[in-house]
């Protein structure tokens, strides 16, 4: 009550919210509020477990990931390793292989000619034998003029 007698008006939300109307409600009932905390208690500890469980199967997961493809990476630098020194052996391979290519060329190219040259000397001189008889007077310059 105020100063002039009249009755204080207090909102419905206020006296239910209020704890002498909630103590006065649950006056003789058996008080549950520390099973209602321990159940409440025990759903946070449900939640966070959950939540370390799941962070941990995320971090696990992420090392296997990692693993895995750390391990392929390292397959694809050796593969790769591999690769360009198997290009190296092959272009060494294929510069050998032109160099004896090239020399072998070039042995059949001077006997033929040394052949050629013995065939000329042996068979070819007899038909040039009347211009290397000229008589030594005139020059080799002078015999085309």
């Known amino acids: 009550m105020n100063q002039h007698g ?6 419905t939300q206020d006296r239910l919210m209020s704890t002498s ?23 946070e500890e449900v939640h966070l477990k959950q939540l ?10 992420f090392i296997t990931n990692w693993a895995e493809q750390s391990a392929w990476s390292n397959v694809a630098a050796r593969e790769s390793a591999a690769h360009k ?19 072998a060329l070039a042995t059949l190219l001077q006997n033929e000619e040394i052949m050629y ?3 000329f000397r042996n068979t070819g001189m007899a038909l040039y034998k009347d211009m290397t ?3 030594p007077q005139y020059g080799a310059l002078k015999l085309f003029r």
């Not at 009249?6 to 909102?11: A, G, M, Q, Y």
């Not at 370390?52 to 997961?61: D, G, M, R, V």
Request: hydrophobic fraction near 30%; charge should be positive.
């Open 6 to 11: 009249k009755p204080v008006r207090i909102s």
């Open 21 to 43: 109307f909630r103590y006065e409600m649950n006056k003789g009932k058996p008080d549950s509020s520390a099973a209602r905390m321990q159940k409440v208690a025990e759903g």
């Open 52 to 61: 370390k469980e799941l962070n941990h199967n995320k971090y696990a997961k």
């Open 85 to 103: 020194q198997r290009d190296q052996e092959l272009i060494l391979l294929r510069k050998a292989h032109l160099t004896a290519r090239q020399a």
């Open 117 to 119: 040259e013995q065939e």
């Open 133 to 135: 008889q000229v008589d």
